[in-house]
């Protein structure tokens, strides 16, 4: 785990990002170890789109979110 909190020294917890390809906002709610058998200990993302009514929570890899995804604000 510590790995992880290494990896994410530059993703906030609540800091906005935007998808480069869709310019869309999403919020970081933080970095968590995947628990899936073949990728156990793979830094993963979890975020929500940065909208009052979102109830959605999606999870990416760590280096993809990294590249599909810039901070704003």
Do not use: P, Q, W
């Not at 933080?30 to 628990?35: L, N, Q, T």
């Not at 959605?56 to 890899?61: A, G, M, T, W």
Request: glycine share 6%; proline share 0%; charged share 30%.
């Amino acid at each position: 785990m510590n790995d992880i909190v290494e990896r994410n020294d530059e993703l906030m917890a609540g800091h906005k990002y935007l998808n480069k390809k869709t310019g869309n906002a999403y919020r970081v709610i933080g970095v968590a170890a995947d628990a899936t058998n073949t990728r156990e200990g793979n830094a993963v993302v979890i975020y929500e789109r940065f909208a009052i009514e979102s109830i959605e929570l999606f999870v990416r890899d760590l280096d993809e979110f990294k590249m599909k995804f810039t901070r704003c604000c």
